[in-house]
Structures are given as C-alpha cells and as structure tokens.
C-alpha cells in the first residue's frame, strides 16, 4: 500500500523543510492544500509559486487587495423616505470585486438605531424572515472586534461603528444590505470576479481600477500603449479624453455600427468635422471646443444646458433642426453658423467674440425673424435699402418698450390717445380724477369750481409720457393733449366745456368758462345727475 503525502520536499539540507517560505537554491516544495508547486532560488523569500489558472484566480479572490470605505449616514435625498446614504449616494446598489475589503463606516450620529446588516437571502434581511450574512463580516464598535450580539446591543453607545466584509471566491454572487429597524434603507451587491484571459475581458458587470475610491477613478488604464485591446463592445462609455494611437484619421463607430450616446467632460476637435445625420447632440456642464473644423446636424438638434461650444475656424451647419442653449455660450470664431430649416433658442446672450468683428445675417443673406426679449446694439440697426424698409416689431407682435435716445422719423402711430406728463402729487389719486396745481407738492384734488389753477387729469396708459424718469413717492401722469377718461359729476352733451367742480376731483359743464378755466370737451353724453366717467379731449380750449 503506498503512502499519500499532503506535501513534498526534494531538499539537499534537512532545517525548515516544511516551511514553504524558507528555501535553498534548487529546492522544490509541493502543497496539497493549494495546489501550488514552489521553486526556490535562494534570493526571493517564499520562492515562485508555479500555478495554474485556477489556482490564480482563487488566490486573487483571496488576497485582499484594497479596502473599501462608505461613510454611512441616514437622510432623505431623493424622496419622503429616509435612506442609507452611502458617501453622497442615497441607498445605491453596490458592486464588490472578490478580492476587495469594503468597510461601512456608521459612526455618525444620524445613523441612530439604524444599524446596517448584510444578508445573502433577502434585500430586507431579517425584517422579512431573512438572515444575516456574517461570512468573513467583521464587527467593530470603537476598533474592536466584537461579535454580532455585541455589535448590536452595544451599537447605540458606541462611538466608531464599522462593518467589514472581505470579499472571497465563497462570497455569494448577490447579497444586500439592509436597516435593523426599517424596510427598504438598503439595496443589493453584485459581487464579481474580474478574469483577464489573453485579449479578452469577461464580467457580469463593471471593470473599476484599484483605487480607494472606485468612483473616482485617475491616471489608470485599460491597456497600455505595447499592450492594447483588440475590440471593446460595450453599451455605454464614460471616459475623459479618447486619443487616437497616432496623428491619423481614426473613427469613433461607423456609418453602420454607432454609439447610442457618448458621455465626456471635454470634446476638443482640431482639425475635423463632426456630423450627426439623426440624433442629438447634447452638452450639459462642459465644453466643446472646434480649433479647425465644422459640426454639421443633418437631422437633429444640438442642445447646450449648461457649458460652452467654441468653434474657432469652422462652420456650424444645421439641415434640419434647432439649436437650444439654457446656460452657456454658443462661440464662432472664424466661422458661419449655417441654419437651413430649424432654429436657435438662445436663453442667455448673443456676443461676438471681438469689438466691430462680427455680422448677424449677410447683405445678401439675411435672417427672415428675430424673436428676442432684448437686442441691446452699440452701432445702428438699419434697413438693408431705402427702397424696401423693413418693420421694427410687427403689428401683431409689438416690442414692449424701446428705449433710445432720439426718435427720428416720418409718422409715429401709438395705440393710445393722450400725451402727458409726470407731476409730483401730495397723494395717489386714481385715473380718472381732476386736479389743479397747489398743495404741498406739484399738484393736488380740484374742490373749487372754475379754477384757474386747473392742471389737468389723471391718465391711465398714455401714448407718450414725458418726464418718465421723475422718481417721488406719488409720481402721477396728468394729460394734457388728447384723448382721456375723466371724474365728471352731472348731465354732460357731447361737446361741452368741462370746467373743475365743488365736488373733489370731479369736473362739470359750464360753456361760459373763464379764461384759464376750461379742462376740456366732452366726447360722451351723460344724462344722469351723479357721478360717473366719460370720454373728453383736453388741451383745446
């Protein structure tokens, strides 16, 4: 009957034989419990081990290569609902790499009674007859290692709590972290294994570097430049910058084979065109910047919520769609922004990049509309000839204000019918009433009848308004030319002299006034003896 050995030792010396991190040059050693022959030369403490795949990826699931920490919190970001807060992520679902320790830090005081546990069996662990999954979990309550009673009897009146877990090859493929106390505060861990075979990656899930912060990833790489990848397929690429091997032409996809949607921080073209046929293009806190090139849009729309698009020598060429900026700068260099059937909606502003360097629309190729809230201009804004002027507003679609310092024209029309003038007025008095001047300030409420210090009425929207800057506590309008809505008390005729009344702010007939008194002719009749308002025309006497 031979005899099985666990290990074997071919060794010319009889110390330490069966320690396999001492060893001579040429020693072999052999360990049934990791399948693993090592070799020995006499240099390298533990030799080289001499293994087979599996045996690599067993002692990389096992190896603990990084620790993972999330500061744990308990708070409401994205609903009604309080949530493990994991770093700055409410309850996200999670993905451990076997080989990783992660560490869930609760030791800050919004955590409570809320105690995070693991579970390999349900995602609300115990709360719905689930277990606790303790498997390689270490339990600290102020960096010291207690067990799963202690843990949570002593949670509350502790002050540094932490849950470990290391990932193995015996890990379950999903487990959850779940509240102690209260449903739905967690979410589920995917646990992968990462396995490189020659030009082949394959995973359930993501490839992350190893970093502290997985999340945040810099200066690592997928490849190296003597050591690449043949194809990466994928339905999703969240990247920094993409570099081309060599100052050639290279695609990004192809006319058959494209990217449902490219996410990055900077897209900087130098000397290139870009051309989407049927789709968007999206630029949301960022930039994208053309040194010499065009972006054309076939069928699309280009929206900027919040960055910049600079091109410096180029065109941008829209077929069919729009442009929609919300917070940011559209820039053209050297350059045309061609737009054949869409439009631009712009919610910030339009400016050149240079003084006096820069023409909206051509003298033989000119923008139809212009719609806008404000167009503020250093130079003039001209008819393209004198034989066909154009329009500032339209009939249907007036500007709101216009503000200039000389008005120079042929005719000027207006919607309403009075002139008038700011006046300093003692009190607010509504549209409508008479007034004279006196009082405290500039005018005041007529009382007398047949008063020559009569100064008009109180207008409502008058179609000019002089002295509009004057700034006082009561400012009022008071017309004295046109059309305008008058306080009268009494039968009034069409036609009659309108003079002011006993009755405060009101005007009566009398067509016999005094020189001095007359406020106006009436528009309307009025046959009742009360109070009332009609139409009159001031400033005829």
């Known amino acids: 009957m031979s005899t099985v050995f666990d290990r074997l030792r071919l060794v010319g010396r009889g110390n330490d034989f069966l320690n396999q ?41 096992d190896s603990s290569v990084a620790t993972i920490t ?4 308990v708070g409401n970001l994205n609903d009604s609902q309080n949530r493990f807060i994991l770093n ?137 430049p003597e050591e690449r990848w043949t194809n990466i397929y994928g339905n999703n690429l969240f990247v920094g910058d993409i570099l081309p091997l060599e100052t050639i032409v290279y695609n990004i996809g192809s006319s058959d084979k494209r990217w449902n949607e490219i996410y990055s921080n900077n897209l900087q073209i130098n000397n290139g065109n870009i051309t989407i046929t049927t789709g968007n293009f999206v630029i949301d806190n960022g930039n ?108 249907n679609n007036p500007f709101n204000d216009i503000y200039a310092s000389f008005f120079r024209g042929t005719a000027i029309q207006a919607q309403y019918a009075d002139l008038a003038e700011n006046y300093i007025s ?12 006196g009082g405290e300030k500039e005018v005041t409420i007529s009382k007398k009848k047949n008063d020559k210090r009569v100064a008009g009425i109180i207008s409502s929207k008058p179609a000019l308004l002089m002295n509009k800057n004057l700034k006082e506590k009561h400012t009022l309008p008071i017309a004295f030319q046109g059309k305008v809505l008058c306080k009268v008390i009494g039968k009034v005729k069409k036609g009659d002299i309108l003079v002011t009344s006993n009755t405060k702010g009101y005007a009566i007939v009398n067509n016999n006034p005094k020189p001095g008194t007359i406020l106006g002719k009436s528009l309307q009749n009025k046959k009742n003896k009360d109070k009332g308002k009609i139409f009159v025309v001031v400033g005829r006497d």
Do not use: W
Request: glycine share 8%; net charge negative.
């Open 70 to 73: 999330y500061n744990v919190t």
């Open 21 to 61: 991190y001492t060893g001579s040059n040429g020693d072999l050693f052999y360990n049934k419990d990791t399948n693993a022959l090592r070799i020995y030369n006499g240099s390298l403490p533990g030799g080289t081990k001499i293994i087979t795949d599996a045996v690599l990826r067993q002692e990389i699931a």
């Open 288 to 395: 994208f910047n053309i040194d010499t090139g065009s972006v054309g849009l076939l069928a699309g729309d280009m929206s900027i919520l919040d960055g910049n698009m600079i091109i410096t020598t180029g065109d941008l060429a829209i077929t069919t769609g729009n442009v929609a900026i919300t917070t940011g700068d559209l820039d053209v260099g050297t350059g045309n922004l061609n737009i054949n059937n869409g439009q631009i909606y712009i919610s910030a502003n339009i400016i050149p990049i240079e003084n006096n360097t820069s023409i909206l629309g051509a003298s033989d190729k000119y923008l139809n509309v212009i719609y806008t809230n404000d167009i503020e201009v250093l130079g003039n804004i001209t008819p393209l000839d004198d034989q066909t002027p154009g329009d500032l507003g339209a009939l």
């Open 426 to 437: 003692d009190k607010k008095y509504t549209v409508g009433t008479v007034v004279i001047f």
């Open 88 to 224: 700055t992520k409410s309850n996200p679902q999670l993905t451990f790499i076997k080989g990783f320790t992660y560490i869930f830090d609760q030791s800050h005081t919004s955590n409570l009674d809320e105690i995070l546990l693991l579970s390999a069996d349900d995602p609300n662990g115990t709360l719905n007859n689930g277990s606790v999954f303790s498997t390689d979990v270490l339990y600290m309550l102020n960096n010291i290692a207690v067990d799963l009673e202690t843990y949570l009897d002593r949670f509350e009146i502790s002050t540094s709590k932490q849950l470990r877990i290391s990932i193995t090859s015996n890990t379950p493929d999903i487990l959850y972290y779940f509240s102690k106390e209260t449903f739905d505060f967690g979410n589920m861990i995917q646990i992968q294994f990462v396995e490189k075979i020659f030009d082949v990656v394959q995973t359930t899930g993501n490839i992350v570097p190893i970093l502290p912060d997985p999340n945040n990833p810099t200066d690592t790489n997928l490849g190296l």
